[in-house]
């Protein structure tokens, strides 16, 4: 086990953490930059035994990556609980994998090798990292309510900020408030209809998916209520 863990954050110290959510490519070769931008995953986290922790076994792992990226970590074990019920090596059918079910071109738009991300470290870290780029990238104005803001966010992360970035041009595009949940979701449904996805401002096509990723944004909020009232940032 301890091999094995030593093995993990020697694979660790060569990530780079570049933000971006952009083309899916190779990872590229590594270079000496890499050694400074993972400081936060070099001091690995044991599992809390069962009767120690609040939230899961994974909550000081989750806990510490989280606030070193800028995300409460009850949010993250939110999206945790949703994806994976905290089983670290589960892989779905369309190959997403570990904690915070990550697909494995997610890992190569960081620069992360495939083969370290069913890791929990490695996972939680790619999953903030996704978390963070999907909110700057939304752009989001400063006046957006929390539950707003945090719905879109969840909502590109299960959907894909493409598809959320079309339903929020829908939206300006009819003169409704693209910064609004509850008009962005409606849009989303809308997707599915050639009226609206072959629309000059829908860069992404069709979407079918509205009512998964509104069940989505549903639970995980809810089930990030309940971590608040449970415990203390």
Known sequence: MLKKTVLTFAFLLFFTSFYG???????????DETLNRTDDLQTPVALLPE??????????IIRSISEREGND??????????????TADIVSRRGARGLMQ?????????????ETISDPQTNVWLANKLLTKIGSTLRLPAGVSAQDRMALVLAAYNSGIGHVSDARRLAR???ENPDSWEVVARYLALKSEPEYYENEVVRCGRFTGSRQTLAYVNDVMGRYDKYCRMTAR
């Open 21 to 31: 959510i952009g083309t899916r490519r190779d990872v590229p070769a590594f270079d």
């Open 51 to 60: 009767g120690q922790y609040v939230i899961s076994a994974y909550d000081e």
């Open 73 to 86: 970590w009850r949010l993250m074990s939110a999206i945790a609980y949703h994806e994976s019920r905290f």
């Open 102 to 114: 990550i697909m494995p071109s997610v890992a190569g738009q960081f620069d992360v090798p495939v």
């Open 173 to 175: 595009l009819h003169g």
